[in-house]
């Protein structure tokens, strides 16, 4: 049970980065006065993926983990291979659509994305320094 919380804290944590990073982003989009309706769609769209991404991967990285205690780790590591390939395989079909449709900026799709590595830096930064 404890595992669950923590997975549900630190996608708690992501999620509130993404939306602050998402309304910086779209200030300097506003700035460069290129911001339009297209930009906050694709900005909300990387959002949803990248933390829908990041939750599924813990929960999936928390059931391998409890397989390979039960001493089942071939199959841990099949669920985890399978989880990353279909993760991968729906972000890519989707931010595709959303570019292909003309409704999202793609650009504005992926920045999302990248930050997301960044912003789980600093949430473990802060955790660390307040154990210690």
């Excluded at 700035?31 to 909300?44: E, Q, S």
């Excluded at 409890?66 to 990353?84: E, F, P």
């Excluded at 912003?119 to 955790?127: G, K």
């Amino acid at each position: 049970m404890d595992s669950r919380k923590t997975v549900l804290h630190q996608t708690g944590g992501l999620l509130v980065g993404e939306l602050i990073c998402l309304a910086v982003m779209c200030g300097v989009f506003a700035l460069v006065g290129a911001w339009d309706r297209r930009v906050l769609l694709g900005g909300l769209l990387g959002v949803i993926l990248a933390v829908g991404n990041f939750f599924l991967m813990a929960v999936n990285a928390d059931a391998a983990a409890d397989r390979a205690v039960n001493q089942d780790v071939k199959g841990g590591a099949a669920l985890m291979r399978t989880s990353y390939i279909l993760r991968l395989a729906v972000m890519f079909v989707l931010l595709f659509a959303g570019a292909k449709s003309g409704l999202c900026n793609p650009i504005a799709s992926i920045i999302p994305l990248i930050l997301m590595r960044w912003i789980l830096t600093i949430i473990e930064f802060f955790n660390k320094k307040g154990d210690a």
